[in-house]
């Protein structure tokens, strides 16, 4: 794909951000990384969070995001937290959810033979697109997932100018 132009490789790959080579690169890495590190430790997991050799942030909810031609929506996977535990803000273009999972007190002291569930912060962060509108943002919450809808500014139309000759 070298040599084509960022609007080419979006109309393409449907993402939301410009095409970064290197971060391509990292994350297929991560990816072979990661699935060595699970044939060899089981399910990648030690002591609740995920394995992460190159010391990220350890956790992350999943994320699902549509567009259509009034709005970009995301879809945010956060079971077991309140309102209080997350927040989401638009800096300089980004899209930030953020918040924290704490280990619950009933797992405090207990001999767990196997823990899948992550505790800890997270912070998923979007680039978004020059369309989406920073004042017109809104976001919901309801059975654990956090819907956030970013409507997109309307694209101004043409107008045609009647040329005089003098």
Known sequence: MAG??????R????TLSPWRPFRDIEREMRSMLSSTLEDF?????????PLDVFGGRGWG?????????????????LPGLEKDDFKVEMQNGTLIISGER???????????????QCYGQFRR???MPVDANPDAIKAAYKNGILTVTVQRVEKAKPKSIPVSIA
């Open 61 to 77: 909810p999943a994320v699902d995001v549509e567009e259509n031609d009034r709005e970009y929506t995301f879809e945010v996977e």
């Open 125 to 127: 962060s979007f680039s």
């Open 102 to 116: 704490k280990e619950s007190s009933e797992h405090k002291g207990k001999n767990l033979l196997r823990q899948e």
């Open 11 to 14: 109309e393409e790959t449907g």
């Open 41 to 49: 430790f089981g399910d990648g997991h030690i002591v609740g969070r």
């Open 4 to 9: 084509k132009s960022e609007l080419t490789r």
